[in-house]
């Protein structure tokens, strides 16, 4: 009786294993499928799971854009742009929360934590009116500023618990030989927090390069806008069509590299989101 209600265990697991597999990874699987269909064969009233007949037509469609390339430029500026800001400040604020000792350093964590508590909605008439008024509308360095309102809170509070967990004698170690704690955090903790920095600057960069909603609202034209609302602007030949297999196409040629990163740094990202909850 305990080998079959064991059995019946494993096999539950499993199949919660292959559904939840199956649910993450289909969508990916039929945008990819799709953007090697031709335009007739998306709809079609028997669909196929593989891309029969296979066209490179939507591809062909992106790359001779005249703008995609230059969507995909401005993502990467944007995106890494906003990644070393938010590393570069978070680092020194995550340091300060997590090792300093100072009285207010939790209402400081929470006010942290609150900021990625408002929808970006709400904040949206606020930054576009600083926007217009200092000049950085339509400009990749107001698109990397606002991006910080979604990326620093989240790489501070990643790193925070990252510092905690490294032992203190390091510290008190730099403290004797005469270190500043500036010299102690560059010379001694900073290059300990590999995995950490790995693991927020990734999370990060893909949360700036998947943005919608700021790109679109503070961006005119192809000159700054970035990858995501440019592929909502995607048009067909007439303006009652929706060109879903160029839009397929765009999708999986923006998401392929994410999805490289993620599989090339998946042990680093465990390891540095984990790091924290054991102290050292």
Same mark, same amino acid.
């Given at each position: 009786m305990?080998?079959?209600?064991?059995f019946?265990?494993r096999?539950?697991?499993?199949?919660?294993?292959v559904f939840?597999v199956?649910y993450?990874?289909f969508p990916?699987?039929?945008?990819?499928?799709?953007s090697?269909?031709?335009s007739?064969?998306?709809f079609?009233p028997?669909?196929?799971f593989l891309?029969?007949?296979f066209t490179?037509?939507?591809?062909e469609?992106v790359?001779l854009?005249?703008?995609?390339?230059?969507? &995909?430029?401005n993502s @990467?500026l #944007?995106?890494?742009?906003? $990644?070393l800001?938010? =590393?570069v400040?978070g680092v *020194?604020? !995550?340091?300060?929360?997590?090792?300093?000792p100072?009285?207010p350093?939790?209402?400081?964590?929470?006010i942290?934590?609150a900021m990625?508590?408002?929808?970006?909605?709400?904040?949206?008439?606020g930054?576009?009116?600083?926007?217009?008024?200092?000049g950085?509308?339509?400009?990749?360095?107001?698109l990397?500023?606002t991006?910080l309102?979604?990326?620093?809170?989240?790489?501070?509070?990643v790193?925070?618990g990252?510092?905690?967990?490294l032992?203190r004698?390091l510290e008190?170690a730099?403290?004797?030989d005469?270190?500043t704690? &500036?010299?102690?955090? @560059?010379? #001694?903790m900073l290059?300990? $927090?590999?995995?950490? =920095?790995?693991?927020t600057? *990734?999370? !990060?960069f893909?949360?700036?390069w998947n943005e919608y909603?700021f790109?679109?609202?503070?961006?005119v034209g192809?000159?700054v806008k970035t990858?995501?609302p440019?592929?909502?602007s995607?048009?067909?030949?007439?303006?009652?069509?929706?060109?879903?297999?160029s839009i397929m196409?765009?999708?999986?040629?923006v998401?392929?590299?994410?999805?490289?990163?993620?599989?090339v740094f998946q042990q680093?990202?465990?390891?540095?989101l984990?790091a924290?909850?054991?102290?050292?």
């Amino acid at each position: 009786m305990r080998r079959f209600w064991r059995f019946l265990n494993r096999f539950f697991f499993y199949l919660l294993v292959v559904f939840v597999v199956v649910y993450s990874v289909f969508p990916f699987y039929w945008a990819v499928i799709s953007s090697f269909k031709p335009s007739n064969a998306l709809f079609s009233p028997d669909p196929s799971f593989l891309p029969v007949p296979f066209t490179l037509e939507h591809y062909e469609n992106v790359f001779l854009r005249a703008n995609f390339g230059r969507n &995909l430029l401005n993502s @990467l500026l #944007v995106a890494g742009g906003a $990644t070393l800001l938010s =590393l570069v400040l978070g680092v *020194l604020a !995550a340091y300060a929360l997590g090792r300093l000792p100072f009285p207010p350093k939790n209402a400081v964590l929470y006010i942290v934590l609150a900021m990625t508590m408002f929808p970006q909605i709400a904040v949206l008439g606020g930054l576009f009116m600083l926007l217009r008024q200092t000049g950085l509308f339509n400009t990749h360095l107001g698109l990397i500023l606002t991006y910080l309102l979604f990326t620093l809170p989240f790489t501070v509070w990643v790193l925070v618990g990252y510092f905690k967990g490294l032992p203190r004698e390091l510290e008190e170690a730099a403290y004797v030989d005469g270190a500043t704690p &500036l010299q102690t955090l @560059l010379k #001694v903790m900073l290059p300990l $927090t590999g995995p950490g =920095l790995v693991t927020t600057g *990734l999370l !990060a960069f893909i949360a700036a390069w998947n943005e919608y909603l700021f790109a679109l609202t503070f961006t005119v034209g192809d000159s700054v806008k970035t990858v995501p609302p440019a592929i909502a602007s995607f048009g067909g030949a007439t303006p009652f069509e929706i060109p879903w297999g160029s839009i397929m196409a765009a999708s999986v040629v923006v998401t392929v590299p994410l999805v490289v990163l993620v599989l090339v740094f998946q042990q680093r990202i465990v390891a540095g989101l984990t790091a924290g909850a054991v102290k050292g």
